[in-house]
């Protein structure tokens, strides 16, 4: 058993002993304060979604950004082009004003229109933007999502500036897929040049196992649109 699994244990004995609220209350507070006090930020890469955001998404995306994260990738697929331009100009304005870096995701025209220099781009969607030969042009920053090392090797060939590689761990997000798992995470990383954020069922005590794999970074997203598991308020 892990330590933070040991620690979520802890807690539910002590509501079985029936301790009361505020022996509980301290006790989470603790656990909560040890786990994210020395979470490396700056190598997160915060993925949003409006759909898993408990309260106000602006409020939760300025709270991110205050925390000096890597960067904020606008996700948010359901969104139409116009749609996803007006969210998108509030976002650049949250992170601009926190020197954060925000990375727009499957929309190069809407990035280019507000004058974004990061852009991000599933597999597909990157090989058919290179092959029309209208992406690599403007950006400063191309991610591409890769589930394999061979997609990697591709991505960097082709320009991408940084990949994401997962899913490493069990996820919510992708329910039913088996994980990828840490030696898949490995092997991309060594097989590029280029940045290499790990994806999928990152928690605060896997962070370090993701770095010694290789990676860059890592990228989270229902962990801090909801919950307080990342030392972001509920």
């Not at 359901?78 to 976002?91: H, K, M, T």
Request: charged content about 20%; hydrophobic content about 40%; aromatic content about 8%.
């Amino acid at each position: 058993i892990g330590a933070f699994e040991g620690q979520i244990l802890v807690l539910g004995i002590l509501f079985s002993l029936g301790c009361g609220d505020e022996m509980m209350d301290e006790y989470e507070n603790e656990l909560m304060g040890r786990l994210y006090s020395g979470v490396p930020y700056g190598k997160m890469l915060a993925v949003t979604s409006r759909g898993l955001c408990e309260g106000d998404f602006l409020e939760r995306v300025e709270e991110i950004a205050a925390k000096g994260t890597r960067g904020i990738l606008l996700r948010e697929k359901d969104l139409d082009a116009g749609e996803y331009v007006e969210l998108a100009r509030s976002v650049l304005e949250i992170c601009r004003r926190y020197g954060t870096a925000c990375i727009l995701h499957s929309w190069p025209e809407a990035a280019r229109e507000l004058g974004c220099s990061g852009i991000h781009l599933s597999f597909g969607q990157f090989l058919k933007e290179v092959e029309e030969g209208n992406l690599l042009e403007g950006f400063g920053t191309i991610g591409v999502s890769v589930h394999s090392a061979g997609e990697a090797v591709m991505a960097e060939r082709m320009g991408a500036g940084y990949v994401t590689a997962g899913h490493v761990f069990l996820t919510e997000c992708k329910k039913g897929l088996p994980a990828r798992g840490l030696p898949f995470l490995r092997s991309v990383c060594e097989s590029v040049r280029i940045p290499v954020y790990a994806i999928g069922g990152i928690t605060p005590d896997r962070v370090n196992d993701v770095l010694d794999a290789g990676a860059a970074g890592f990228c989270v997203m229902s962990g801090i649109m909801c919950g307080s598991l990342w030392g972001f308020s509920e």
